[in-house]
């Protein structure tokens, strides 16, 4: 049996990718290892939205060169967004590697395996650039291989990542993802539908949707045109499905339509992430971003209206291109005012294809980044501590989703293990608890709270569906 190694960064999409690979090859007899120099094949499954995670690959790659000069049958591949988007400069710049492909093309991997194992040579599938081809053949180029599944890679065995759409068409100026992802595409209801029942009878009882712009999504078929709204309602009848997420929206879509959906249905989880990146109208239009910081206000309002408990995130970069101390004033402000839940701070990185490469120059001094993301990092992290103020003392409800990290850095310890969880609102829970409560919801009674982490005890006796917070 031949053995695979494979390696995930990025985001939940990469996660997803990494499974379906993983689905395909087992059908071709590969056993999952986690050693790498156990492995016959070796797979990096890569990211190209920030040079850290591309520098980081290389990195890696850069460390198997004696490895793979020792071992020249094993095969090394490097798959993902960053495949997509430098193609050839893999072997450029790795020139041991056998194999590159990129996310639209990841089903050929079984056939480029034996292509590289019978003596063909390194091997390179990508799909077509933005202007390579008519409109339908770059769609068919980037489209994926769903609903091939695999529970071994999963986060947890009851949690899973179910892609609804592909591809992004908002070219946002510093973003590479409408390049190695291809045009944005939403999956027929039927096929995400039939995917979610088989999640459920494997056991999953959260799923999480998944989209560049998840709540763009749109499929239109026989005169009928099915929203995300339409798709949650749908997916809330599966029998089996406690939970269910989106990741990650786009504040111009934030209808009343989805809202109510939210607010209606049970299942759904009131969490919503929903990227600013800057308070500056000027930026927002330099990053071509399609919205004004008075349109965010707008949904913001809508949310607090229709979903006054959901829980908002959102991401920011500082730094961008011409960025002024005044406007980055305003991202510190806008965060001030809509006190989200959490928040993700980037610091700008020049990605090479995005037309903020192309057109303006990266003229932010990097330490000037770094105190920035460190002054909008501190404000988060004061308001999310306080956000978490207001759960002490209330019970929530958590799906257990495994030993915590510091309890995996301690190892077995009894028969009492921390274990952390979820509430709807996506908030961590830390607790103690047995091993046989991973994968179930329980009440859990807050006690104390930090920035990022709420800490509880479960509850024991019976607690009525009115004691249980939202979370």
């Given at each position: 049996?031949?053995?695979?190694?494979?390696?995930?960064?990025?985001?939940?999409?990469?996660?997803?990718?990494?499974?379906?690979?993983?689905?395909?090859?087992?059908?071709?007899?590969?056993?999952?290892?986690?050693?790498?120099?156990?492995?016959?094949?070796?797979?990096?499954?890569?990211?190209?939205?920030?040079?850290?995670?591309?520098?980081?690959?290389?990195?890696?790659?850069?460390?198997?060169?004696?490895?793979?000069?020792?071992?020249?049958?094993?095969?090394?591949?490097?798959?993902?967004?960053?495949?997509?988007?430098?193609?050839?400069?893999?072997?450029?710049r790795a020139p041991f590697v056998d194999l590159v492909v990129g996310p639209g093309q990841l089903q050929r991997i079984p056939d480029l395996l034996r292509e590289i194992e019978s003596g063909g040579g390194p091997q390179m599938a990508v799909s077509l650039g933005r202007r390579e081809g008519s409109a339908d053949e770059i769609r068919r180029s980037h489209e994926t291989f769903d609903p091939l599944r695999d529970p071994a890679m999963r986060p947890t065995p009851f949690q899973a990542f179910l892609r609804i759409q592909?591809?992004?068409?908002?070219?946002?100026?510093?973003?590479?993802?409408?390049?190695?992802?291809?045009?944005?595409?939403?999956?027929?209801?039927?096929?995400?539908?039939?995917?979610?029942?088989?999640?459920?009878?494997?056991?999953?009882?959260?799923?999480?949707?998944?989209?560049?712009?998840?709540?763009?999504?749109?499929?239109?078929?026989?005169?009928?045109?099915?929203?995300?709204?339409?798709?949650?309602?749908?997916?809330?009848?599966?029998?089996?499905?406690?939970?269910?997420?989106?990741?990650?929206?786009?504040?111009?879509?934030?209808?009343?339509?989805?809202?109510?959906?939210?607010?209606?249905?049970?299942?759904?989880?009131?969490?919503?992430?929903?990227?600013?990146?800057?308070?500056?109208?000027?930026?927002?239009?330099?990053?071509?971003?399609?919205?004004?910081?008075?349109?965010?206000?707008?949904?913001?309002?809508?949310?607090?209206?229709?979903?006054?408990?959901?829980?908002?995130?959102?991401?920011?970069?500082?730094?961008?291109?011409?960025?002024?101390?005044?406007?980055?004033?305003?991202?510190?402000?806008?965060?001030?005012?809509?006190?989200?839940?959490?928040?993700?701070?980037?610091?700008?990185?020049?990605?090479?294809?995005?037309?903020?490469?192309?057109?303006?120059?990266?003229?932010?001094?990097?330490?000037?980044?770094?105190?920035?993301?460190?002054?909008?990092?501190?404000?988060?992290?004061?308001?999310?501590?306080?956000?978490?103020?207001?759960?002490?003392?209330?019970?929530?409800?958590?799906?257990?989703?495994?030993?915590?990290?510091?309890?995996?850095?301690?190892?077995?310890?009894?028969?009492?293990?921390?274990?952390?969880?979820?509430?709807?609102?996506?908030?961590?829970?830390?607790?103690?608890?047995?091993?046989?409560?991973?994968?179930?919801?329980?009440?859990?009674?807050?006690?104390?709270?930090?920035?990022?982490?709420?800490?509880?005890?479960?509850?024991?006796?019976?607690?009525?569906?009115?004691?249980?917070?939202?979370?």
């Amino acid at each position: 049996m031949k053995k695979l190694y494979i390696e995930t960064v990025g985001c939940q999409m990469n996660v997803l990718d990494s499974e379906m690979v993983v689905a395909s090859l087992r059908r071709e007899g590969y056993e999952l290892t986690a050693e790498l120099t156990a492995a016959d094949t070796i797979l990096f499954n890569t990211c190209s939205v920030r040079e850290q995670a591309e520098n980081k690959t290389y990195s890696a790659l850069g460390r198997l060169r004696k490895f793979k000069r020792e071992n020249p049958g094993k095969i090394v591949g490097v798959m993902g967004c960053m495949a997509q988007k430098d193609q050839r400069l893999v072997f450029e710049r790795a020139p041991f590697v056998d194999l590159v492909v990129g996310p639209g093309q990841l089903q050929r991997i079984p056939d480029l395996l034996r292509e590289i194992e019978s003596g063909g040579g390194p091997q390179m599938a990508v799909s077509l650039g933005r202007r390579e081809g008519s409109a339908d053949e770059i769609r068919r180029s980037h489209e994926t291989f769903d609903p091939l599944r695999d529970p071994a890679m999963r986060p947890t065995p009851f949690q899973a990542f179910l892609r609804i759409q592909i591809g992004c068409d908002k070219f946002c100026t510093y973003c590479v993802v409408p390049m190695t992802r291809g045009p944005e595409q939403g999956r027929p209801p039927a096929e995400i539908i039939a995917e979610a029942r088989t999640l459920a009878d494997q056991g999953c009882v959260e799923i999480t949707l998944l989209g560049q712009t998840v709540n763009s999504y749109r499929h239109r078929s026989e005169g009928r045109t099915t929203r995300l709204s339409d798709l949650l309602g749908s997916l809330h009848e599966i029998d089996g499905l406690r939970r269910i997420k989106f990741v990650t929206n786009y504040p111009k879509d934030m209808t009343r339509d989805l809202l109510e959906a939210v607010r209606d249905l049970p299942k759904v989880s009131p969490y919503l992430h929903v990227p600013a990146q800057s308070g500056s109208n000027r930026i927002l239009e330099r990053m071509k971003r399609g919205y004004t910081v008075e349109d965010y206000r707008e949904m913001m309002a809508r949310i607090r209206e229709l979903v006054p408990d959901a829980a908002v995130t959102s991401d920011f970069i500082v730094g961008f291109c011409g960025e002024t101390d005044a406007e980055f004033a305003l991202t510190y402000d806008l965060v001030a005012e809509c006190r989200f839940k959490n928040s993700f701070i980037f610091k700008y990185s020049e990605r090479t294809g995005t037309k903020a490469a192309e057109l303006m120059p990266d003229d932010v001094p990097y330490d000037v980044k770094q105190w920035r993301n460190n002054e909008l990092l501190q404000l988060q992290n004061r308001i999310a501590e306080e956000l978490n103020q207001e759960f002490l003392a209330r019970t929530v409800e958590v799906l257990v989703e495994g030993p915590s990290d510091w309890q995996k850095r301690q190892g077995a310890a009894g028969p009492v293990l921390q274990l952390t969880g979820r509430t709807p609102c996506d908030r961590i829970v830390v607790f103690d608890g047995t091993e046989r409560q991973i994968g179930q919801f329980l009440p859990v009674a807050i006690y104390e709270v930090s920035a990022h982490t709420l800490f509880g005890a479960v509850v024991t006796h019976e607690v009525g569906p009115e004691l249980l917070s939202i979370g």
